[in-house]
């Protein structure tokens, strides 16, 4: 299994901008679609966006397209989410994740898990 180590999080008024990423180790990144999930206090842990591992199709929830955006870099084995115009139901803790099998919406499926990146926006 790869490795994921989340960075980037912190504390934002609504309306501002964070960059997150995913550093993965330990496997052929390549390969891998790649997905963030974000889970908020006592809530389910819920998918964000995703990228494929060809093609580099990517997909969001309602609620993040127009302001967020997955990308990934091959070569630093590394995936981003660009997130603007934050709001504060965007806090949460954020997940990211990789995959070899389809269904990147769905948490079933996903093999590796970074420890989390908690994003916090304030009003």
């Known amino acids: 299994q790869v490795q994921l180590v989340e960075s980037g999080g912190g504390l934002v008024l609504a309306g501002g901008s964070l960059r997150l990423s995913c550093a993965a180790s330990?496997?052929?990144?390549?390969?891998?679609?790649m997905g963030w999930f974000r889970q908020a206090p006592g809530k389910e842990r819920d998918f964000v966006a995703a990228?494929?591992?060809?093609?580099?199709?990517?997909y969001y929830t309602d609620s993040v397209k127009g302001r967020f955006t997955i990308s990934r870099d091959n070569t630093k084995n590394t995936v981003y989410l660009q997130m603007n115009s934050l709001k504060p139901e965007d806090t949460a803790v954020y997940y990211c994740?990789?995959?070899?099998?389809?269904?990147?919406?769905?948490?079933?499926?996903?093999?590796?898990w970074g420890q989390g990146t908690q994003v916090t926006v304030s009003s």
């Open positions: 990228i494929t591992s060809i093609g580099g199709n990517t």
């Open positions: 994740a990789a995959r070899t099998t389809p269904g990147v919406r769905s948490i079933t499926g996903y093999d590796s």
């Open positions: 330990g496997g052929p990144f390549s390969t891998y679609a």
